[in-house]
C-alpha cells in the first residue's frame, strides 16, 4: 500500500472587496438604538469583530488561501511548499506530489482531519481559481473510504473533534511543534521558513500517529 501524508496552511483572506462585505455585514446589537451609542459601538467594538471575522476566513476555502501545502510519500522526505501567489502553489505542489509519486499502487491519503477540511479546501481552492485537481487526490471521499486515512476520524469517530497534538502524546510521542493559530501572525511576518518547518513537522506526526494505528489495525509492515 502507498500513503501520501498531505497537510496543508490555510490563511484568511486579504481582498479587499471580501473584507468590506464582511465589514458591511456586522451591525450593531439590536438593544441598542441612540446614535451616540451606534457610534461608540462602530468605534470601541466593530474593528475587532471584523477582525475576527476575517480571520475564520482561513477556516473556509470559500473565501480564505492556502498558504503553504506538505506533503511525504511512505517513508520519504517531508517536503512543503509555500508561494504568495496561490494558483502556482497548487500547481507546483501538484507537480512536485506527483513527480516523488511510487510507479505502481493509487495511493491513500493520510492526514489529520484531511476529509473534512484539507482535501475539502484544496478542492474549494481549485474549483475557485480554476486549478486542475490530479486524481490521486481525491474529490468527496467519506472517512472510511480507502482512499483516506483520517487519524482525528479513526481515534475520535466521524463526529466528535480532537487534535493532532492530543492524540499523539496520548500515544506518549512528541507533539505538535507550534499552534494552526500562528500560521496567519507567520505569514505577516514573513517567517516562512518557521512556516515550512512547521508544517513539516505537523507532516512528521502525523506519520508517526498513522504508524502507531495501523500496528491496532493489522496492517504495519
Same mark, same amino acid.
Given at each position: 500500500?502507498?500513503?501520501?501524508?498531505?497537510?496543508?496552511?490555510?490563511?484568511?483572506?486579504?481582498?479587499?472587496?471580501?473584507?468590506?462585505?464582511?465589514?458591511?455585514?456586522?451591525?450593531?446589537?439590536?438593544? $441598542?438604538?441612540?446614535?451616540?451609542?451606534? +457610534?461608540?459601538?462602530?468605534?470601541? !467594538?466593530? #474593528?475587532?469583530? *471584523?477582525?475576527? /471575522?476575517?480571520?475564520?476566513?482561513?477556516?473556509?476555502?470559500?473565501?480564505?488561501?492556502?498558504?503553504?501545502?506538505?506533503?511525504?510519500?511512505?517513508?520519504?522526505?517531508?517536503?512543503?511548499?509555500?508561494?504568495?501567489?496561490?494558483?502556482?502553489?497548487?500547481?507546483?505542489?501538484?507537480?512536485?506530489?506527483?513527480?516523488?509519486?511510487?510507479?505502481?499502487?493509487?495511493?491513500?491519503?493520510?492526514?489529520?482531519?484531511?476529509?473534512?477540511?484539507? $482535501?475539502?479546501?484544496?478542492?474549494?481552492? +481549485?474549483?475557485?481559481?480554476?486549478? !486542475?485537481? #490530479?486524481?490521486? *487526490?481525491?474529490? /468527496?471521499?467519506?472517512?472510511?473510504?480507502?482512499?483516506?486515512?483520517?487519524?482525528?476520524?479513526?481515534?475520535?469517530?466521524?463526529?466528535?473533534?480532537?487534535?493532532?497534538?492530543?492524540?499523539?502524546?496520548?500515544?506518549?510521542?512528541?507533539?505538535?511543534?507550534?499552534?494552526?493559530?500562528?500560521?496567519?501572525?507567520?505569514?505577516?511576518?514573513?517567517?516562512?521558513?518557521?512556516?515550512?518547518?512547521?508544517?513539516?513537522?505537523?507532516?512528521?506526526?502525523?506519520?508517526?500517529?498513522?504508524?502507531?494505528?495501523?500496528?491496532?489495525?493489522?496492517?504495519?509492515?
Amino acid at each position: 500500500m502507498t500513503y501520501l501524508v498531505l497537510d496543508i496552511e490555510t490563511l484568511p483572506t486579504t481582498d479587499p472587496k471580501i473584507i468590506a462585505a464582511i465589514a458591511e455585514d456586522i451591525t450593531p446589537p439590536g438593544n $441598542i438604538s441612540k446614535p451616540e451609542t451606534i +457610534a461608540a459601538w462602530e468605534r470601541d !467594538k466593530k #474593528p475587532g469583530l *471584523i477582525a475576527e /471575522a476575517v480571520s475564520k476566513t482561513a477556516l473556509s476555502g470559500q473565501h480564505g488561501r492556502i498558504g503553504c501545502i506538505g506533503w511525504a510519500w511512505d517513508e520519504g522526505e517531508a517536503c512543503a511548499l509555500l508561494d504568495q501567489d496561490e494558483p502556482s502553489l497548487l500547481n507546483r505542489a501538484f507537480q512536485e506530489i506527483e513527480r516523488g509519486m511510487p510507479k505502481f499502487g493509487v495511493p491513500t491519503v493520510v492526514g489529520h482531519n484531511v476529509v473534512a477540511f484539507d $482535501i475539502r479546501f484544496i478542492w474549494q481552492r +481549485a474549483f475557485v481559481l480554476g486549478v !486542475k485537481v #490530479p486524481s490521486f *487526490i481525491p474529490r /468527496a471521499p467519506k472517512p472510511w473510504d480507502a482512499s483516506v486515512f483520517d487519524t482525528m476520524v479513526q481515534w475520535a469517530g466521524p463526529r466528535d473533534l480532537v487534535g493532532l497534538d492530543t492524540i499523539a502524546k496520548a500515544m506518549g510521542m512528541p507533539g505538535k511543534t507550534g499552534s494552526g493559530a500562528d500560521v496567519a501572525g507567520m505569514w505577516q511576518r514573513g517567517e516562512f521558513e518557521a512556516l515550512a518547518a512547521y508544517c513539516k513537522s505537523d507532516i512528521e506526526v502525523t506519520r508517526a500517529v498513522h504508524r502507531r494505528m495501523q500496528i491496532a489495525i493489522g496492517e504495519a509492515a
